[in-house]
Nanobody, 123 residues
Framework: VQLQASGGGLVQAGGFLRLSCVVS????????TAWFRQAPAKERELVAI????????LYSDSVRGRFTISRDKAKDTVYLQMNSLKLEDTAVYFC?????????????????WGQGTQVTVSS
């Protein structure tokens, strides 16, 4: 299974970016998808989750109302629309998927990871 993340870059505070994550080579029929991020000297943190089933989406408090996770099942692609970006959103963003039934919010349950894409927000 391969995950290819893209869409990062340098943007001014208040601006927007859209990240994409293409999933390929999977042998399982359903999977939950999440975006995480890791800033320098900080632990990796959960940003948004999109379960395979249903319309529920989960967001961290720090991004709720500004970021939107979505998915195109036909393209096996997950997106993260990031609006009203802040300096503190600067980080490497990773997409990840899990095919197991483990807890959505538990980072260790995610079996497959993309390579990360850098998002830098400037003042």
């Amino acid at each position: 299974v391969q995950l290819q993340a893209s869409g990062g870059g340098l943007v001014q505070a208040g601006g927007f970016l859209r990240l994409s994550c293409v999933v390929s080579g999977r042998t399982f029929s359903a999977y939950d998808t999440a975006w995480f991020r890791q800033a320098p000297a900080k632990e990796r943190e959960l940003v948004a989750i999109m379960p395979w089933r249903g319309d529920r989406r989960l967001y961290s408090d720090s991004v709720r109302g500004r970021f939107t996770i979505s998915r195109d099942k036909a393209k096996d692609t997950v997106y993260l629309q990031m609006n009203s970006l802040k300096l503190e959103d600067t980080a490497v963003y990773f997409c990840a998927v899990k095919s197991n039934s483990g807890r959505l919010e538990e980072i260790s349950n995610y079996e497959y990871w993309g390579q990360g894409t850098q998002v830098t927000v400037s003042s």
